[in-house]
């Protein structure tokens, strides 16, 4: 569903979570108190639900910030400018990695960012959907291309971005966060975040990288039982509020600060760092590669960033991709 223009002024107006009357947003915007309710009882579709109360008028179940342009470059650092493109923010797409991938096709340029209020199609790893209503977390993707090295030199990459994440979310307080290999963001056995690393190009010549970012600001229970592992979002960790034009252009900041050198640094600046964060070593887990399952103890990553697993014989192995299952309880 697109949201119209009309439906975009209603948010703004409503956006502070207070009560505004039927008759100050018809007349605001122009239309009948009839068409206010009609715009309104639209949004529920997006999960922007509203309560009526006779005599206040209307107001949105929870105060909501929409992303805004110049907010978020204002907060970008003008180094980083200078790599950035594009930077656009779209009310809906079916997935901001999607829209760069076929920019990507039609020679965008290296440093494209795109953000979506809502995605109606977001990817997860796998095939998997992810959860994107309106107005409430994160979805930004970068598309970044790569002269040299191929394919194989963005191997890491995932992880690198990782870091980037949590040292954003630490800056900003939250600090019993962790990653799960190879591109997840963790918090208490929870998932809290995803990337998505999709590449296209030549095995060992130029390539095109679009970096995906999902992050959970705030996901209500009845939009988080359509997901099938535990998770979190950021609301449940804090009582501060959350800027989100801040907390987009910090990410947005990171991910443009590793990915200006890392064709030339590759992993190794980012190793010792990710193993800080790794919430999986020590734990008993089912690594999952295509069709096999191989059991096993998380004994961290390499200096190339694969996956280090200890089997049940001793003998310890290093997976350059796979799906690892493990017990929450453990962490």
Avoid at 127 to 147: A, H, K
Avoid at 274 to 302: F, H, M, P
Wanted: charged letters at 20%; aromatic letters at 6%; one cysteine or more.
């Amino acid at each position: 569903m697109l949201i119209s223009e009309k439906q975009k002024q209603i948010l703004a107006l409503l956006s502070d979570g207070e009560f505004h009357s039927g008759t100050e947003l018809a007349e605001l915007l122009g239309v009948s108190r009839s068409a206010i309710c009609k715009q309104l009882n639209g949004l529920s579709v997006l999960g922007l639900h509203h309560s009526a109360v006779s005599g206040k008028g209307y107001r949105l179940e929870r105060a909501l910030e929409l992303l805004e342009l110049s907010k978020i470059l204002a907060s970008v650092s003008e180094v980083n400018q200078s790599i950035l493109s594009t930077l656009e923010v779209h009310d809906t797409l079916p997935s901001t990695n999607s829209y760069l991938a076929e920019l990507a096709q039609n020679n965008a340029t290296s440093g494209f960012a795109c953000f979506a209020e809502h995605q109606t199609a977001g990817k997860g790893r796998r095939g998997r959907q992810w959860i994107s209503p309106y107005g409430c977390n994160l979805y930004l993707s970068v598309l970044w291309r790569f002269q040299q090295g191929g394919i194989a030199s963005t191997s890491g990459l995932s992880l690198a971005i990782g870091v980037a994440v949590i040292r954003v979310l630490k800056s900003h307080g939250f600090t019993d966060v962790g990653l799960k290999w190879p591109n997840d963001i963790y918090c208490q056995g929870k998932k809290l975040g995803g990337i998505l690393i999709e590449v296209s190009g030549e095995s060992d010549g130029p390539c095109s990288v679009v970096i995906g970012l999902g992050l959970n600001l705030f996901l209500s229970e009845s939009q988080g039982q359509e997901i099938t592992q535990d998770w979190t979002d950021l609301t449940k960790l804090t009582s501060k509020p959350i800027s989100r034009n801040k907390l987009a252009a910090a990410v947005l900041n990171e991910l443009l600060t590793i990915l200006k050198c890392y064709e030339q640094v590759g992993i190794a600046p980012y190793v010792a760092e990710w193993r800080s964060y790794d919430c999986l070593k020590g734990l008993s887990a089912v690594l999952y590669v295509g069709q096999q399952t191989i059991e096993g103890v998380v004994e961290g990553i390499n200096d190339q960033g694969l996956l280090l697993l200890k089997k049940q014989d001793g003998s310890v192995q290093a997976y350059a991709s796979g799906e690892v299952s493990f017990s929450a309880s453990g962490l």
